[in-house]
């Protein structure tokens, strides 16, 4: 069965440039989240998409940061105008969300990005 | 906001036990849960516990909640190498928006042969 996965695995980009990140959910999940991971650092929630909801933005560290989700399928996260410091692993998660509270988020394998 | 504590670097010698405690913040999370990172891997679900309960056992793996000092604590007993790992600690608090989980920071256990 498919796991959650993620594209590309590694981006490298110079300052300045737009990167897009891609999530491939599994499929009937519908909920869906995008971390960041610094290098020795701890998880970093950005945003969390749940159905027809509205997105939970709360994470996002600034307008240079979005994302969208069409309908309970792809998402991509764009991050305009990368700086150094937006240098990390992006991880996307995916998971059923029903009434008990409980909730298992299943993770990809991150994407990597490197700004010179 | 909730904020989840772990500390961030534990050490232990092949054989022995780890100890790896968290605390956090919403006393209305009904379930808290140990995710387990891997080098160049994702986070992947290891155990949880429900809030009603205290202890849960599962193989050499064993979670402590005390809900009065909102303290979690996972303990792996006989650490093998191949559990070096990053260890996250989360919670979903009751009142928080349905289906968010709030990590801590991760703790790095390194296990020496």
């Known amino acids: ?116 | 906001g909730e904020d989840v504590e772990q500390s961030l670097f534990l050490s232990v010698r092949e054989g022995d036990s780890s100890v790896i405690n968290c605390t956090y913040t919403d006393s209305s999370s009904t379930y808290l849960y140990w995710y387990k990172q891997e080098p160049g891997a994702g986070l992947q679900l290891l155990t949880y516990i429900f809030s009603n309960m205290d202890m849960k056992q599962d193989q050499r793996l064993t979670v402590l909640l005390n809900k009065k000092d909102k303290h979690l604590s996972l303990r792996i007993a006989d650490t093998q190498t191949g559990d070096s790992a990053i260890y996250f600690c989360a919670e979903s608090p009751r009142g928080s928006t349905l289906g968010r989980l709030y990590f801590g920071r991760g703790t790095q256990l390194t296990v020496w042969p």
């Open chain 1, 1 to 116: 069965g498919a796991g959650v996965s993620q594209s590309p695995s590694n981006k490298v980009t110079e300052k300045g440039k737009d990167v897009e990140l891609r999530c491939d959910p599994i499929s009937g999940h519908t909920a869906l989240y995008w971390y960041r991971q610094r290098l020795g650092q701890g998880l970093e929630f950005l945003i969390y998409f749940q159905g027809n909801s509205a997105p939970d933005k709360s994470g996002l560290p600034s307008d240079r940061f979005s994302a969208e989700r069409t309908g309970e399928s792809v998402s991509t996260l764009t991050i305009q105008r990368t700086q150094q410091e937006d240098s990390a692993v992006y991880l996307c998660a995916s998971s059923l969300v029903l009434g008990g509270h409980f909730i298992e988020q299943f993770f990809g394998p991150g994407t990597r990005l490197t700004v010179l």
